[in-house]
């Protein structure tokens, strides 16, 4: 018998009481039934090699039958090779059954989480959840990056986080305030307040996990099904995800270095319900809509009746000029829902945002987060990050990381001048988190990404970002997270990787 210091720590606790049920009329007896439950669950992964099982005594407890079943059943399983016995650590489920006989047999078992099926034969589900899968890889892959950590007060945050660790109420163990935590939807009012010109006071504020839950809840508060939505081209992809869970009919309105082209919009649908759009910094073309453009939707809002959502995603992040305003703060009707998010000025396992709602829709808004989902955010973090917001440190925390970026965005603009300057030409603001570069006209920026991939390069495509057809292809290239000593070798070896893409004459 393998004895305690070969033991590997357990995924579960011992204390846990496996789901048999056992059949007394059966005439199975009852030592078989128990040992053929845990055989299953061993070869359909469910107990994996290293869990603790419960002590016998326990399972005959739990299991309402005398110690005897229990006993020839581990006996049996052992003998089997199933089980491991240790001396003081209990039983364990084998550490010799290889995972990949597991998987195996798993493969083999009629088990309903095991059924694989060809693309021709799908099982039907709704036609959203069919045609958003495309365009969900897409969003994945395209657009997540992550802020830099390196600057990240960290130790500030653990204090943080002890300070309330160490003195949890039971207030705050329950659902909370579906809006959101109080104290936190003050401070979230009084910072788009100030740095934002948002004008919404905190009974406003509804606290989510993140600008893509806003965008969502937004979209089911304000669009029915069928109901036509202008989206910019190209746009953010979570937007399109987000209009499709609602059931909209995209309106695909193009964007020019000024935002959206609003007389377009009318051309297409001139009564479409809404227009969601990223006027600070739009996604992907990092242009600023210009304040025409913005009297001109608001004007069109104005006029039909639609809604307007603002997805104001990173405007923390402006090298140049000064901060600008939000579309909201100037709109003085209430036909613009602000959605926000700490993903990109904290981190994005953070899961925290808000939607500043106009004063007649909140309950509306509401209806919809109870009726869709649970209040999913944690009363924990937004304690901790009303603290950080209070205490100076979010503030702090934005001016480093914005002189970090800077500098970081202004060498890989120098990298691709001096070394890829007739390859990659960098457009949009001096902002953000990414540099967008255009390609030469005819080179495929996927193939270009892929082959960057492949030498550990991460970029991404301009061309996901479309659902129409890109006048051209370009490349987002994410320095937030990189180390500025990097650039320049990596900037040359796309040079090379381009070159090699470029259509042969
Ligand atoms: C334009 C834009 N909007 C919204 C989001 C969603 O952010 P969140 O992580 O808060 O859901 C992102 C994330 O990258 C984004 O780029």
Same mark, same amino acid.
């Given at each position: ?13 011992? +204390? ?34 290293? %869990? ?38 209990? !039983?364990? @489920?084998?550490?010799?059954?290889p995972d990949a006989m597991c998987r195996a ?7 309903? !989480? ?27 892959? %395209?657009?997540r990056g992550c802020t830099d950590l390196d ?6 945050? +653990? ?5 309330? =660790?160490?003195?949890? +109420?039971?207030?705050?163990?329950? /659902? ?6 109080? &104290? ?19 009974? %406003? ?48 309105? &193009? ?19 809404? *227009?969601?759009? *990223? ?32 997805? $104001? ?11 600008? =305003? ?9 036909? @613009? ?16 945002? /808000? ?19 649970? /209040? ?18 979010? +503030?702090r925390h934005i001016k480093r990381t914005r ?11 120098? =990298? ?9 030409? @960098? ?16 080179? $495929? $920026?996927?193939? @270009?990404?892929?082959? =960057? ?32 000593? $990097?650039?320049? *070798? ?16």
């Amino acid at each position: 018998m393998a004895t305690s210091e070969d033991f590997a720590p357990a995924r579960l606790p011992a +204390s846990f009481i496996p789901p048999i049920t056992l059949d007394t009329k059966s005439e199975t007896p009852l030592y078989r039934q128990i040992s053929v439950w845990f055989q299953r669950a061993i070869l359909a992964g469910q107990l994996q090699p290293g %869990q603790r099982v419960p002590s016998t005594r326990a399972l005959a407890k739990a299991l309402r039958v005398s110690r005897i079943p229990v006993l020839s059943a581990y006996e049996l399983l052992i003998a089997e090779g199933y089980f491991q016995p240790f001396v003081g650590a209990g !039983t364990c @489920v084998s550490q010799s059954i290889p995972d990949a006989m597991c998987r195996a047999e798993r493969d083999n078992l009629p088990n309903a !989480t095991s059924i694989e099926t060809e693309a021709s034969t799908r099982r039907a589900v709704s036609r959203r959840a069919a045609g958003m899968v495309g365009s969900a890889q897409a969003w994945l892959d %395209q657009c997540r990056g992550c802020t830099d950590l390196d600057h990240f007060p960290i130790g500030i945050w +653990s204090k943080l986080i002890n300070r309330h =660790a160490r003195k949890i +109420s039971r207030d705050i163990m329950g /659902y909370g305030d579906p809006m959101g935590y109080e &104290p936190f939807r003050e401070a979230v009012a009084e910072y788009l307040g100030a740095f934002r010109a948002v004008t919404c006071d905190p009974s %406003q504020i509804m606290v989510t996990t993140g600008a893509q839950q806003g965008l969502l809840i937004s979209a089911l508060t304000l669009i029915d099904p069928k109901d036509e939505v202008w989206i910019e081209e190209p746009g953010y992809p979570g937007t399109q995800l987000a209009l499709q869970a609602a059931g909209a009919r995209l309106v695909l309105v &193009p964007v020019d270095g000024e935002g959206l082209i609003v007389e377009r919009g009318i051309e297409m649908a001139k009564r479409a319900r809404a *227009a969601f759009v *990223a006027p600070s910094h739009q996604f992907p073309l990092r242009t600023t809509m210009s304040a025409t453009r913005r009297i001109e939707l608001l004007g069109w809002a104005s006029r039909v009746g639609a809604w307007i959502v603002e997805d $104001d995603y990173d405007s923390e992040f402006r090298f140049c000029g000064n901060p600008l =305003a939000s579309l909201q703060g100037i709109d003085t009707e209430g036909r @613009v829902v602000y959605v926000g998010t700490l993903t990109k000025s904290m981190f994005p396992s953070l899961r925290l945002g /808000y939607i500043v709602i106009p004063k007649d829709l909140v309950s509306d808004f509401l209806n919809i987060r109870n009726g869709s989902e649970t /209040y999913a955010t944690s009363v924990l973090s937004q304690m901790v990050m009303t603290d950080f917001m209070r205490e100076g440190h979010f +503030s702090r925390h934005i001016k480093r990381t914005r002189a970090v970026y800077m500098e970081r965005r202004r060498a890989l603009a120098a =990298a691709i001048a001096a070394r890829a300057g007739g390859l990659l030409e @960098v457009v949009g603001d001096d902002a953000g988190m990414f540099v967008l570069a255009l390609l030469p006209p005819g080179v $495929d $920026d996927t193939e @270009v990404v892929g082959r =960057a991939r492949q030498a550990g390069i991460k970029v991404s495509a301009l061309s996901q970002c479309y659902i129409g057809q890109p006048a051209r292809g370009g490349l987002q290239l994410d320095y937030a997270n990189c180390n500025p000593k $990097d650039i320049p *070798a990596k900037v040359s070896a796309l040079k090379s990787i381009i070159e090699a893409c470029r259509p042969k004459h």
